[in-house]
């Protein structure tokens, strides 16, 4: 076996998240075992394994309500938002505005003018989709992009994992099941809405980096994309004119803290 069994995204991922919840169980119900001075093998190969499963458990549930309703119906998807759909309520905006800048519209030109020559839908799952199995035929983007899924998807899990902890652990203050101290409950809830932020960031930038490769994909219609002026000369469509001035305001936010 020259291999080991879990990768670093199982690690950070499930094992972390499921960790925040054996820790918050454990501090809940006053068992006071993650504080025992002695933690044998078995018990100790028990615990890892207790909160794997916890963390897949989070994963499948992070992944319904935060990524499929809190994202999906009341944010709106990336696909989207980058060609700048916006939610239905407006205050959602203010609250996660670099969420919802979208591309400029010289790279959006240039999406749209892909997928109509190779006629697939200009916008949606369908074009998220068709740019997805383009662009991953790369291994290099493939594992690029791959980096951005695995840093979204450990925000997104821990982020759920610590929102459920402060719910329990106010839960169990409110019915005196065990003495807690309200300060974990908003350190907890801090540090979810705090990853909550980080998830839209890598959410985001996952579909960003996803349609910028996209759009400078070589077109079928590529020798058509050149027009002639009024002297014979080939001069530059509209769209990769645009490119070619928001060059810089394309990666000027999107790669930083």
Known sequence: MDKTPF?????FAYLSSGAVLVAT????????????????PVLGVLLIIIAYVCGQIVAHFASSILEYVVVGR?????????????PHWSALVWCFRNYFHPLPAATQCRVRQQAESRGVPDKGEGLFLHA???VTANN????RLDGFR????????????????AITIIIARRFDFHPVRLRWALLSATAGVSLFYRYLKFFRQYSYELFVRYAELARPDSKKSLRRDKYGNHSLSECESGRLLNHRAQFRTNYCD
């Open 74 to 86: 009341a944010l709106k998807r990336p696909n989207v938002v980058l060609f700048g759909e916006k």
């Open 132 to 134: 997805y199995a383009l």
């Open 25 to 40: 169980a454990d501090y809940v119900m006053g068992t006071g075992l993650l504080m025992a001075k002695d933690i044998g």
């Open 7 to 11: 990768s670093a995204y199982d690690f």
């Open 140 to 143: 290099t983007l493939q594992d």
């Open 150 to 165: 695995n840093q979204y998807g450990f925000a997104r899990n821990m982020s759920f994992a610590f929102l459920l902890s």
